[in-house]
């Protein structure tokens, strides 16, 4: 028997082809997604070791509960402190290192603009101890102190830049650049290039690095009398412990002389070091520097690994229908043949357990091939990301066990799985079948499936209308909307051979008033047997489900913002930088100037409202919170937050030291009324006590928790400007108003301003292009979808070689033969696309449901773009039609007539 199996798929390597290779497909996309993040882990993984610098112990201070990127600065009185007679300590180095700091070039179109990068923009100190610097110069040398850039506002200071940098963007040593920062912009020389991490390799990984000299970076980035921390070398064979426990207990002793000493630095210095007293200083060791580095880049790498393994789980699905149709088909076509086994003496076991073998062989030969193709794949997505300026990857892709153990469970799995209904099938065949010509597989009781099918479609509607309408937690809500749509998928699934006939009928309708004979053989074909017409069309209806349901959410989501949008902006001008990235940002001195310009012509310019934000920012009850700011005093002349209760401008009450904005949601769920104190925990482990001042339903713009931008930089790292707001007198002509404001934002190349109507469509256009990303990841399954169709039509044009015959016999040309069999597979095509698009826009409505109000609150269905799958769907009918269509005009005449 096991011989037999072999032969079986040897004689029938054609009928198989196309089936193994959407296993191989699928084996493929889910081994590419192991070898590429296993890749680029293993890289991070060293890459964090060498970005996290050379020193055996760092001073910093603790950021609590919150993000990492909220750390506070150290202030720079605690070198004194770590530079006194410490035994064990050999070299002491401060580092600075802040965002959005980046040299300012002239484009290809001629627009001086940031350089671009796919990563973020860094500015620092150039390291001056080798034993402690990351920072290696391969061209020119390091910078230099040539005086106070604030007492001479024509200085040109000088800066270096990693070697990344200086080469895609064609700098030149010696030239003069203007460099973008939080203080805004300055010209500066490059006098130096440099490799970051290692002497012999620059490892940025996309990000781009700016070094100046220690003082001139505390005056250009903000960060006078402070450092983002202080790096420390012990002595060979020091006790990294004990040191570290010695250093740990004079740092509140150096704090507290460092207060001391506060009233010698000037007032201006003193203001701006304030916010910083009272955090918490540590130290911590190399390894623990490295293990949070590495931490970072896992959550990045499992964002990716999470995507690509949703779309190969996706293909995997896609391809399962595919095998399913192809046996029930293929054994169907070889019932004589089974029979014949059964007359001589197998057992109705032994046949399905050979039918059994031949799916496990087929998909071990196509894991194989997958596995190949998989580790192909991730070599090119690897150079694509290089070429893409993501970073070097260096080295060969990893082979893990578990990859391959993965893919062999899931090709060979998947391929079996499928077969074990067909496979049950042919243990009923009788050996007196052996004798017939028109002996067919039992069908599944159509009785039976109608109860089954009907009985999970009802149980999907029941959870997705408990999921919709009940008050439930977000797991139980998820857990309800995905099993309901499971339910409902596999209900419509095995209900779909019912409605095939009249839909078919009615699809076909026009196409047999068009094109007549063929129409119409096309459209009989389709309805006469509407089993197959369903399984054929399954693979379409997932993946147009899937891209159906990506719309609708999407499309709702942009009339969401939009409509938001339109509410709730009433400035007349927004100025950002042109990217939604809450890690962008503009200069401070661009807000100076408009401030200037409001004192200046207050009859052009009513007021300024400066935004800023900080991601995970400050804790409440053990939650981190994201929280925005803005200038609440002049707030509500350029946002409708769509007040419930209170004022923007309410000062605090009660006892407290600052005021809160909260969003409707997270004050229900603490309970939280106007007056309430709420208690927040900021980086540095300070707990600050507010009182809510104001009650808000639009998040859309700033978020659930919005303080004032006097608190945010009170108790927050110096953050850049993300956007700003200008409105304008209400007696102000808006040209000359708008020429004013982009006379100053013009100097700021990073800055764009819009109006409203100019930022929606900037919106818009952000969101289709994240649409169009999902679309073409989730079209792969449309792809699989459409081999299987050209599988199910070559093997029914095998399958109904006689019939082809005896039509070309009575009369019927080459050209309508090829014509019917491609409007046969359009009909197919569409009745996948009707239903996937039906249950897409369902999915869609309860996805919406459970997403926060805050998100999506309006519904919105794309019906032209709906209409635009179901042509696209009749297109990939044409084309998968092409092979099996030309392949049933080339058959013999005479040879198909006596075909059996």
Known sequence: MFRLTLRNILRRKLRYALTTLAVVLGVAFLSTSFFLTDHIRDTFDELASDISGKSDLTI?????????????????????????????????????????????????????????????????????????????????????????????????????????????????????????????????????????????????????????????????????????????LLDEGADAHQVMAEIQTGLDQAMGQFLLDLPTYSPEIQELLAPYFGATLEVVTFETIVDETQEDFDQFVSIISSVLLAFAIIAVVVSTFIINNTFSIVLGQRVRELALLRALGATGRQV????????????????????????????????????????????????????????????????????????????????????????????????????????????????????????????????????????????????????????????????????????????????????????????????????????VVSDSMKATFVGAMDESVRSDLFIYTGSFDPMSGLPDNLALGLRDLTQNQPELIDSLVVYRGGIGAMSIEDSVKDVFSADLAYLDDHLDLQLVSGLSANPPVNGATESLLVHVDPAGDLNLEIGSLVVAEFPGERSVTFSVGAIFEDSSMLGNWVVDNGTFDRYLPRSIDNSMSVAFNEVANVEQARFAVETISNEFPQATVENSLELRQSMEAQLDQLLAIITVFLGLSLLIAVLGITNTLALSVYERTRELGLLRAVGMTRRQLRRMVRWEAVIIALFGGVLGVAMGVLFGLAAIAAIPETFVDVVSVPMAKLLQYLVIAAVFGLLAAILPARRAARLNVLEAISHH
């Open 60 to 232: 910093r201070t603790s950021v609590g509960e919150g993000s990492r990127m909220n750390r506070l600065p150290v202030p720079e009185g605690v070198l004194k402190f770590v530079t006194s007679d410490i035994d064990g300590v050999a070299a002491v180095s401060p580092g600075i290192l802040v965002p959005q700091v980046a040299p300012i070039v002239v484009g290809v179109d001629g627009v001086a603009a940031p350089i671009p990068g796919n990563g973020p923009q860094f500015g620092g100190n150039h390291g001056e101890i080798p034993e402690l610097t990351q920072t290696y110069l391969t061209g020119g040398r390091a910078p230099q102190w040539l005086g106070s850039l604030k007492d001479d506002p024509t200085l040109i200071g000088e800066f270096a830049l990693d070697n990344r940098s200086v080469t895609i963007n064609n700098m030149v040593l010696g030239q003069v650049y203007s460099v973008s920062s939080s203080t805004g912009n300055r010209d500066f020389t490059l006098v130096g290039q440099f490799n970051f991490g290692a002497p012999d390799e620059n490892k940025t990984v996309g990000a781009s690095i700016s070094t100046f000299e220690l003082r001139t970076a505390q005056e250009f980035l903000n960060m006078e009398g402070l450092l983002s921390q202080v790096d420390i």
């Open 352 to 551: 399905s357990r050979s039918v059994r073998g031949e799916a496990v062989i087929i998909g071990a030969v196509a894991t194989v091939i997958g596995l190949v193709v998989g580790y192909f794949l991730a070599t090119f997505l690897r150079f694509l990301l290089v070429a893409l300026d993501f970073g070097n990857l260096p080295g060969v892709l990893p082979i893990r066990p578990r990859t391959i153990v993965v893919a062999t469970l899931v090709g060979v799995g998947a391929t079996l799985g499928s077969a074990i209904g067909p496979s049950r099938k042919v243990r009923t065949i009788s050996p007196v079948a052996a004798l017939r010509d028109d002996v067919r597989l039992t069908p599944t009781g159509l009785r039976r499936r109608l109860q089954v099918g009907g009985l999970m479609a009802l149980s999907g509607v029941a959870l997705l209308a408990l999921g919709m309408a009940g008050d439930l937690a977000t797991r139980p809500l998820l857990l309800s909307l995905g099993l309901g749509a499971l339910g409902i998928f596999f209900g419509v699934y095995l209900l779909s051979p019912v409605i095939a006939r009249p839909i078919a009928d009615l699809l076909g309708w026009p196409i047999e008033k068009l094109f007549k004979i063929p129409g119409r053989l096309a459209r009989e074909n389709a309805r006469r047997s509407p089993r197959r017409t369903a399984a054929t069309a399954a693979a379409l209806t997932v993946g147009l489900a899937l891209v159906s349901l990506a719309a």
